[in-house]
């Protein structure tokens, strides 16, 4: 793929891939990059998941390289919450404790143990092609 990202198109392509990771696993922002064939994109990754609308897209699934669940800049109120949806999932959240946790990587995910990393994904992106309009 080129350097040039379609923001739009790759909005989608992390959409269609966060639909695809099962019930009570994760995977991470880097992750989904590299399925969408963008692997130095992981930030790009973050910034479509917040700006997403659709109640049907498994966000929480979606976790830090080091298995943490990110702060949003809200006091950890997010983090809370996706921990949380998480749990509910089945997947096994720990908290960190002690002096200097902030609530930046508060939550961590075994990876090992919960973590969805497949090679490839079929991604099947109708950048608004008409087939009507194609030739037989």
Same mark, same amino acid.
């Given at each position: ?35 969408? =064939? ?18 049907? /897209?498994?966000? +929480?699934?979606?976790? #830090?390289?080091? #298995?943490?669940?990110?702060?949003? #800049?809200?006091? =950890?109120? =997010?983090? +809370?919450? +996706? ?13 960190? +404790?002690?002096?200097? /946790? ?6 961590? /995910? ?27």
């Amino acid at each position: 793929m080129s350097g040039r990202v379609n923001a739009a198109e790759f909005h989608a392509q992390v959409y269609e891939i966060c639909r695809m990771i099962p019930r009570g696993t994760v995977t991470t922002y880097g992750h989904i990059a590299k399925l969408a =064939g963008h692997p130095a994109h992981s930030r790009m990754v973050g910034a479509a998941l917040k700006f997403l609308g659709d109640p049907t /897209v498994p966000w +929480q699934r979606v976790i #830090g390289a080091n #298995g943490s669940i990110s702060d949003r #800049g809200d006091g =950890g109120e =997010g983090a +809370q919450r +996706q921990a949380e949806m998480l749990r509910e999932e089945g997947v096994e959240v720990s908290e960190a +404790q002690g002096a200097g /946790v902030g609530t930046s990587g508060r939550w961590r /995910v075994n990876l090992t143990r919960f973590g969805w990393f497949p090679d490839v994904v079929d991604i099947e992106y109708d950048s608004g092609s008409d087939p009507e309009a194609e030739d037989p």
